[in-house]
């Protein structure tokens, strides 16, 4: 399977050393940053393109036009869709993009992509799965049933079990954000003060409570 990946943190970096380490896989790097892709020549095994990953250029010498795959983890929700339109109009069977803003989801499919990762859910090994057609996240589902998924910070909920934590109707706790890493909300877990929540929730006024909840007057 060839697959390009658009973006080389640690996401990117991570999910081509995973996808690498199975032979019928072509691996392909698209990153901006020229020091990062001297670095990445000598680490991963994938062909490092240095350039922009809109650019029909660079797209010509990855060969998009016969990728089976198109990943676009740029730290830019415009660059990802972007990416997404022009791996869809190249023909490219499964797009995944890796989106900030909720709100975006929609037309992003609508441009191209066949999956949208979230990124305070987004792992490597997520991402493979999806490429490998083991499972499809669909968050734009989601929104257009009126449900948000934001991530907010820990608040009052800091220095206490998440079971301990009393938040409002209309709220669901999903994920624990620590750092780069992240977990499933489980009540025994021990929010501390950096943490952030990922918290779905079904309505602006939902989301305004939950607000006040974790940051009283």
């Known amino acids: 399977m060839r697959i390009i990946i658009v973006g080389a943190g640690r996401i990117g970096v991570e999910l081509a050393r995973m996808l690498a380490h199975h032979e019928a896989n072509e691996i392909v790097i698209i990153e901006l940053e020229e020091s990062r892709c001297q ?44 990416i997404a339109m022009l791996g869809h109009r190249a023909g ?17 499919q609508e441009a191209g992509a066949t999956d949208i990762i979230a990124p305070s ?14 499972h499809r996240l669909d968050f734009a589902r989601v929104t257009r049933s009126g449900l948000r998924l934001v991530e907010l910070g820990a608040g009052a909920a800091a220095g206490r ?5 009393v938040f409002p109707d209309g709220v669901l706790v999903v994920a624990i ?11 025994e877990i021990k929010v501390a003060a950096d943490d952030g929540l990922l918290i ?16 009283p007057p």
């Open 161 to 165: 079990k998440l079971s301990e934590t």
């Open 177 to 187: 954000v620590r750092g780069e890493e992240s977990s499933l909300a489980r009540g």
């Open 92 to 108: 490219v069977g499964r797009i995944v993009a890796r989106l900030d803003e909720p709100g975006l989801h929609l037309a992003c």
């Open 121 to 134: 859910l987004a792992s490597a090994a997520q991402i493979a799965s999806v490429l490998y057609g083991f």
């Open 200 to 215: 779905l929730v079904e309505s602006d006024e939902a989301l305004h409570r939950v607000k006040e909840a974790l940051n």
């Open 39 to 82: 670095e990445l020549s000598t680490k991963v095994d994938a062909l490092v393109l240095q350039g922009d990953g809109t650019h029909p250029e660079i797209l010509r010498k990855a060969n998009l036009d016969e990728a089976d795959a198109l990943v676009a983890v740029t730290g830019v929700d415009a660059i990802n869709t972007v």
